[in-house]
């Protein structure tokens, strides 16, 4: 007997996740005769949202409702998501098939819920059904609605695969959960977006240990959150990848996603530090053109004629400028392996023009301290520096 009333638990609860709340009905009835023209892209789909509902949460279900009733699963192509596109690239490609995997859900939800004017945000992570940890890695959306956090996932709320074939089915389980509750199913690899006080570690989501443990040491996701939300990109990468790791990397989807951040985290900071190296290169080229205009100006013995300070100026603001390129360039961290040679030969170049210019330097102080008659005699010749660099 105990085995058929588990069977009929199972059976009944599977029933009432599919069913359509009325609550929501006539927001429902009203984004589903949304016109074709409002749904060619995200700002559209919002405008038509804004236009038509009042209320943050009438708002998000609008939304929610569009997003999960409009796009289908692929499943032929539920391993193969393409790293290399933006998230605007995923959000256009999806709005044009009505068809992709989790991250494409996710990302035009969580578009919509912004420009509806809703705080959310992506959430990428794990799942566990019926006991089983999937081997696949998951995307959802938490959103903010009347100053509580709440967990959406669009793609489960979409439908399901069964057999390998999609049926669409509403499910509201998914829609506006309690995080609390959700953590059951859904874990992020960052334990910021768990939005708890007291989060679960991935070893305690896999013995499905999910009851709250006040023993533990507090963590206010609130102010970690507004923290997190003024870091540059590169420093979200970093406090992420350090929180993924401090969860435990219990899995190789966990182990993935702590050495993908890693990887974006070096690429930002070796773009930064490109960025950077090239404002010291664009600024030593131009106190070579100085230089370059300053000797010129000593072929020409210093004609036509300049105050004593107009001359020293003249050598001094290059030489001052390719000081400072100098000590900037030893400031640069690490380019990669593919410019380390660059950086090597811009120093080089730096180096040697400071020496020229310091030595411009000394005959111009040398010059300036003679008398008129002995200063005509003290010209020679004298080359350019070099060219300045593309």
Same mark, same amino acid.
């Given at each position: 007997m105990k085995n058929i009333f588990l069977l009929l638990f199972f059976f009944f609860s599977f029933l009432s996740f599919g069913q359509v709340n009325s609550e929501y009905a006539a927001v429902d009835a009203k984004m589903a005769a949304i016109p074709a023209s409002s749904t060619t892209s995200t700002e559209a789909i919002a405008n038509y949202i804004n236009a038509n509902f009042k209320t943050e949460t009438d708002k998000i279900r609008a939304a929610f409702y569009w997003t999960a009733s409009n796009i289908s699963y692929d499943v032929a192509n539920m391993f193969a998501v393409n790293f290399n596109e933006t998230v605007q690239q995923k959000i256009a490609k999806t709005l044009t098939t009505k068809r992709g995997v989790c991250i494409h859900y996710a990302v035009v939800f969580n578009e919509l819920s912004q420009k509806i004017g809703i705080?959310? !945000?992506k959430i990428e992570g794990y799942t566990k059904q019926n006991g089983k940890v999937s081997d696949l890695a998951h995307a959802w959306t938490a959103v903010k609605i009347d100053k509580r956090w709440y967990v959406f996932d669009p793609t489960w709320g979409a439908g399901y695969v069964n057999n390998g074939k999609y049926s669409k089915k509403l499910n509201n389980v998914y829609f506006k959960a309690d995080p609390s509750k959700i953590i059951a199913s859904h874990i992020p690899f960052d334990y910021l977006w768990q939005f708890?006080? !007291?989060p679960f570690t991935n070893g305690e989501f896999y013995e499905g240990k999910i009851q709250i443990n006040k023993t533990k040491k507090y963590f206010d996701f609130e102010k970690e959150i507004t923290k997190y939300n003024a870091l540059s990109e590169a420093d979200q990468l970093f406090a992420s990848a350090e929180r993924i790791e401090k969860n435990g990397l219990k899995n190789a989807m966990i182990l993935e996603r702590y050495e993908g951040k890693k990887q974006q985290l070096t690429y930002l900071r070796h773009n930064s530090n490109i960025e950077k190296l090239n404002a010291v &290169?664009?600024?030593m080229n131009h106190? &070579? &053109?100085?230089?370059n205009d300053f000797i010129q100006y000593r072929n020409m013995k210093f004609n036509p004629a300049l105050s004593d300070a107009d001359i020293s100026?003249? =050598?001094?603001?290059?030489?001052?400028?390719?000081?400072?390129?100098?000590?900037? =360039? !030893?400031k640069i961290g690490s380019v990669g392996n593919a410019n380390a040679a660059n950086v090597n030969s811009i120093r080089k170049s730096i180096s040697a023009a400071l020496a020229q210019a310091e030595e411009h330097s000394l005959f111009v102080k040398n010059y300036l301290s003679r008398s008129k008659m002995v200063r005509k005699t003290m010209f020679s010749k004298v080359s350019w520096y070099g060219v300045p660099l593309n």
């Open positions: 705080q959310s !945000y708890s006080n !007291y &290169v664009d600024d106190a &070579v &053109v100085l230089l100026n003249m =050598i001094e603001t290059p030489r001052e400028k390719l000081a400072k390129c100098q000590d900037e =360039i !030893y």
